[in-house]
């Protein structure tokens, strides 16, 4: 396995220990299923904006504190990008893989 | 009505892309009861015990208070968003009430988001505000969080704040003052906006 793939393997456990944090604050009812292609944001969405904010914050979070630099997911390129990073947990793992490679190449 | 709300007449509707902010009527007391008795409304204070009482106390709002159901454009009303204690003479006033009572409808919606650029629209362009604020009660994390990442600063606890379900519970303090909304709140809430999906019937 590539150090790539290793790290988006990181990357997405980031992700989706966001989405089990967020599903300890939510009613059963409204629970995300978890998992590679969750759908975020946008069409077929299931999460609200009180929702995505706290995945978005725990996300950066982590990714700060491992890579021990300031990440912004919500900046001027990621609103820019023909496909939303916040589609689903697949285009998000992939977009913050991206930001990684620039600020700590592999 | 004191001398500094007189000016304030009565709410204006407030149109988005994805929301209209419209005034409180009478003849919203049965969706708003129902919302405030959700579980959704599980963190905020103690609500009307009856659709009677819940008119009673929308037509006993105060001139200091602009009062909001929030309705998707084009479609249903989904939620409520006060601003209240309007203070034209220190140039303030509380977010309050803030619910949305219909989550399956803005699933992928900046609803939320919009309401509350709208409001802050009207507090800090249109009023003139210097400062908003607001009480969240401690264990609604996903509100602390959302309202904190808009730009909202932890100011205090007020310790026993609530009395909810028989046991007291601890309010946080938040504040935000006009150049943080226009530096933080503003770029955030255009940021998360541009995410989502347009609304039915919306370009």
């Known amino acids: 396995m590539s150090a790539q793939s290793d790290r988006r393997d990181e990357v997405l456990a980031i992700v989706l220990d966001a989405l089990e944090s967020l599903n300890q604050e939510l009613d059963e009812k409204d629970r995300v299923e978890i998992g590679p292609v969750t759908p975020l944001f946008g069409a077929d969405a299931k999460l609200d904006s009180l929702s995505l904010v706290s995945v978005i914050v725990d996300v ?33 793992t992939d977009y913050i893989a991206e930001l990684l490679q620039e600020i700590a190449p592999v | 009505m004191t001398e500094h709300t007189a000016v304030l007449g009565s709410a204006p509707e407030l149109t988005g892309r994805f929301v209209v902010l419209r005034p409180l009527a009478a003849g919203d007391a049965e969706i708003t009861y129902g919302w405030r008795h959700s579980a959704r409304a599980r963190h905020l204070n103690a609500s009307a015990g009856s659709v009677e009482d819940q008119r009673r106390w929308i037509v006993g709002r105060p001139g200091s208070e602009f009062n909001y159901v929030i309705a998707l454009v084009n479609g249903p009303d989904i939620g409520m968003l006060s601003l209240i204690n309007i203070d034209l003479a220190n140039l303030r006033a509380e977010s309050a009430r803030f619910l949305i009572g219909d989550e399956a409808a803005t699933q992928g919606t900046p609803a939320a988001v919009e309401a ?37 600063k932890e100011e205090g606890r007020l310790r026993r704040h609530y009395l909810m379900d028989g046991e007291f519970v601890d309010a946080l303090a938040l504040g935000l003052l006009a150049d943080e909304y226009r530096k933080v709140s503003l770029p955030r809430m255009k940021a998360l906006m541009s995410l989502g999906r347009a609304p039915v019937g919306g370009a």
């Open chain 1, 60 to 92: 950066e979070t982590a990714l700060t504190i491992r890579w021990d630099a300031p990440i912004s997911l919500t900046d001027d390129r990621a609103m820019s990008r023909e496909v939303s990073p916040f589609d689903d947990v697949g285009t998000l």
């Open chain 2, 116 to 152: 509350m650029k709208l409001l802050y629209e009207l507090a800090f362009d249109r009023l003139g505000l210097e400062r908003i604020y607001g009480t969240i009660e401690e264990r609604n994390h996903l509100m602390i969080k959302w309202q904190k990442y808009l730009g909202m």
